[in-house]
């Protein structure tokens, strides 16, 4: 159809342009056609018009073919004949046009007539609007014919831009299927950015011993040496003396997550000395054992020591409790050999100060009072007695008074068997003896067990070797500095030597011993005061003689290093593991989100969970010790709803910097035997910031418990006060208004028409509310006793039945305990 098209139009474009360059008369302005004769007779010139009975369309399409026919048949005559056959050509036209217009009459139809076209003026046709032409003739045939399918139509589309602008389009059945709709753009999911973990990098030197290189790695000497047998060494090399090359330590360590490499200078350290052999030990000399007492609270710990050291500690401490750890020497009465007492608290309290003593110690004594049995902070000391891996000596306490009996004494031993405490009246190996702090009952033969225990583990050190140590207490004092009590546990320390213990160093200034006498020496088993710290030492850090400032200073900053370096590892798992609990609530936020737009209620699992208060508190102590101690002791106290929350801790008393931040905190200032100044109190009573001031731990701890507990959700329920039983139900006029009233019998009063009531049907509870009314023999009363009977209307509600249960109930707060 296309190629058809395009014939016709190029026949009738060169006929145009023909008949324009033969100045035909068709370009020339037209006259009016006169009106046709009826009677004419019709002239057919030849022409092929034979549109009698055919639709106007079709009339339409054959006369401009025919026009396009003739048209093309006058080009080709024009190059023939004159210019007469123009005019014979005219009148042939106008002859046509009064046939048709005969033709149309005979048909009855009435046409209408063709505007006629200036084409001496109009512009040349195009060969766009030749089409147009074409195209509307084509649809005005496919309009007029019934019963067309889309196959015998055109199809929806042209090549032609023109035709697709006026084109009629049949749409087939296919069409009308739904349109798809493109899905919508998937959601880009939150992605929660993790902090890539880094492997730490770890100096260390060419060479290495095992037990240096688990300092250095800060792992245990266990994990170590198992890492070492999962790698294929042989037992005899994974010996904590054993000494690996460079290539060696740093595959051990890679296999541990760690990277290592070798530096000089950045692996400088210093380490315990390697333990001698038999031979060698048995060489050296004997030293004091160094002795722990544990227990529970109140059993008689501080007691005992103070009949052994003959001192008045017991009377001058604030309720007869140790306040922080303290170590003295002193003599058996009987051997005259020397024995260093750990003095720790013996309750629950202490328990990393307890741990500590239990490393560092050769001998326990548990202390268990005759009367009172195994407690809690008894059973937490046989626990650290057996990690810890020393001798134990079971003391029984309170022999002299007269409720410790024999059979109490029996279920002491009973209930220490049950803990793996076998004592030797048991059948056991533990050694017992039965004390009295007071009367000092036993307390030789306690001091003979401690000595004997003491040669037959065979305790040896060298006073020559250098010093090891450990830190057991450090505060700041005035007019002094910073100070630490060192236990000596090899060599002999002297002033002016260089130690170092953790991250910090010192040149000994001075020595006191437990009498506070200035001292020059201190050999093994010798517990001291040292100043000269540059800093604070931390209480359980291992102090190790350095040869000159200069490595003392390089140990600590390359300790410093290491010590960072772990923490920013701990805290960037710290930190993706809260990055990832924000992602899965971030997740079921979402879930519940859609679960709301849909209509359907939250599923359990999504309900979200009540957010933990927490309490804050700012712990200042005398002593690194007892801070330690004292938070340790408190963190713990809470709940899921509420728990503690230290915010800093330190030695010495408050500052106005503490009380601004507990004011922006709303937290506590906890004070542990030590005073706040004046204007602390003053900034402190302004801002609102409460102060709290123990020297007693357990007051601490009763204090804070009873802090934390008043933060608890307040949880109400129903306080029943009174009862009546609905017997009847009637209706009387009140205000000119039915109401219905129940009649009820009161079974536990008195009932008050003020109390806020609940109506109990078959156990469950149908209303709550207000009584309207309360009557007795039509007289309003405000209350009724057990037994009476009254009328019973309650506010907006009568929906009483017979059998209900009407119960007066007030507001009655639940008190809660941790």
């Known amino acids: 159809m296309l190629s058809r098209s395009l014939w016709r139009v190029r026949g009738f474009h060169s006929s145009v342009q023909l008949s324009a360059k033969l100045g035909s008369s068709r370009f ?4 009016p056609a006169p009106a046709p004769a009826k009677e004419a007779p019709s002239v057919d010139h030849g022409s092929k018009n034979q549109t009698r009975n055919q639709p106007r369309g079709q009339n339409q399409g054959k006369n401009q073919g025919q026009g396009q026919n003739r048209g093309g048949q006058n080009g080709q005559n024009g190059q023939n004949r004159n210019n007469n056959n123009n005019n014979r050509n005219n009148q042939n036209r106008n002859n046509q046009n009064n046939q048709n217009g005969k033709n149309n009459n005979r048909n009855n139809r009435q046409m209408p007539q063709k505007p006629v076209i200036d084409l001496a003026k109009a512009e040349t046709p195009s060969l766009m609007n030749i089409m147009r032409q074409q195209e509307e003739a084509r649809e005005k045939k496919t309009f007029n014919t019934p019963n067309l399918t889309g196959a015998q139509t055109a199809g929806p589309f042209s090549n032609n831009k023109a035709e697709n602008k006026t084109k009629q389009v049949f749409l087939r059945h296919e069409d009308f299927k739904e349109p798809k709709v493109a899905p919508p753009p998937p959601v880009k999911e939150k992605k929660v950015k993790e902090i890539e973990i880094v492997r730490p990098q770890l100096a260390i030197p060419a060479f290495v011993s095992i037990s240096n290189l688990a300092t250095i790695l800060q792992v245990s000497l266990e994990t170590l040496s198992k890492t070492m047998v999962d790698l294929g060494f042989e037992e005899e090399t994974t010996d904590y003396n054993h000494i690996l090359d460079g290539e060696t330590a740093q595959l051990i360590a890679d296999d541990l997550g760690f990277d290592v490499y070798t530096n000089e200078t950045q692996g400088v350290d210093l380490f315990l000395a390697p333990k001698p052999t038999p031979e060698e030990k048995a060489q050296l000399p004997l030293r004091p054992p160094i002795v722990t007492i544990m227990g529970h609270v109140d059993h008689g710990k501080t007691t005992l020591l103070d009949y052994i050291r003959k001192s008045s500690v017991a009377e001058k401490e604030h309720g007869g409790i140790t306040q922080h750890i303290g170590a003295f020497s002193v003599k058996a009465p009987k ?18 100060m307890r741990e500590r003593g239990a490393t560092v110690t050769d001998i326990v004594i548990l202390v268990v009072a005759g009367d009172d049995s195994v407690m809690p902070q008894t059973k937490e000391a046989i626990k650290h007695v057996h990690a810890a891996g ?3 000596v079971v003391a029984i306490n309170k022999c002299d008074k007269e409720s410790v009996t024999d059979e109490t004494i029996q279920k002491v031993y009973s209930d220490l068997g049950a803990h793996e405490v076998y004592v030797e009246e048991y059948g056991g190996d533990i050694a017992s003896v039965k004390v009295s702090g007071k009367s000092g009952l036993g307390v030789e033969t306690l001091e003979e067990t401690l000595v004997a225990i003491s040669e037959v583990l065979d305790l040896r050190s060298s006073p020559s070797a250098k010093v090891e140590g450990i830190v057991l207490e450090s505060q700041v004092k005035k007019g002094v500095g910073a100070t630490a009590t060192v236990l000596v546990h090899n060599g002999t320390l002297k002033p002016g030597q260089v130690i170092c213990a953790g991250t910090v160093f010192c040149k000994v200034k001075a020595m006191k011993d437990s009498a506070n006498k200035v001292i020059k020496e201190a050999g093994p088993g010798t517990p001291v005061e040292v100043t000269g710290w540059k800093e604070l030492p931390a209480s359980g850090d ?3 003689q350095a040869e000159s400032e200069q490595q003392a200073k390089q140990v600590a900053e390359n300790r410093l290093k290491r010590a960072q370096l772990m923490q920013q590892m701990d805290d960037i ?14 997740e079921a936020e979402e879930k519940r989100m859609e679960r709301v737009k849909l209509g359907l209620p939250p599923l359990e699992e999504d309900e979200p969970e009540a957010k933990c208060q927490l309490a804050h508190f700012i712990v200042r102590g005398d002593v690194h010790g007892s801070v330690e101690a004292v938070s340790e002791s408190i963190a713990d106290i809470g709940n899921d709803e509420v728990r503690v929350n230290i915010l800093s801790r330190s030695v010495g008393p408050p500052t106005a910097n503490d009380v601004e931040i507990a004011k922006t905190a709303s937290a506590s200032l906890l004070l542990f035997n030590v005073k706040p100044s004046k204007d602390v109190v003053v900034k402190a009573r302004q801002a609102g910031v409460p102060i709290i001031e123990q020297t007693i731990i357990y007051r601490v701890i009763e204090h804070v418990t009873e802090h934390v507990t008043d933060m608890l959700p307040k949880i109400i329920r129903d306080k029943e006060i009174a009862s009546a039983q609905v017997k ?8 000119k208004k039915k109401v219905k009233i129940a009649g009820c019998r009161v079974t536990a009063g008195p009932l008050r028409r003020s109390h806020t009531v609940k109506v109990m049907r078959d156990g469950e509870e149908v209303f709550r509310g207000t009584v309207s009314s309360l009557k007795h023999n039509k007289d309003d009363v405000t209350e009724m006793a057990k037994g009476q009977e009254c009328g019973i209307a309650l506010e907006k509600w009568d929906e009483l039945e017979s059998g209900d249960i009407i119960i007066s109930v007030e ?4 008190p809660r305990y941790l």
Do not use: Y
């Not at 798992?573 to 971030?586: G, S, Y």
């Open 573 to 586: 798992k710290i930190i993706n593991e809260k990055r990832k609990q924000q992602k899965l609530e971030l």
């Open 542 to 544: 291992q102090v190790l």
């Open 390 to 392: 020393v001798e134990l």
């Open 335 to 352: 051997s005259g050999k020397q024995i260093t007492f750990l003095d720790t608290p013996g309750h629950a309290a202490f328990l990393k």
């Open 811 to 814: 507001d009655e707060e639940v």
């Open 728 to 735: 009847d139900i009637f209706e009387i006029s009140i205000n």
């Open 28 to 31: 020339r302005k037209a006259e």
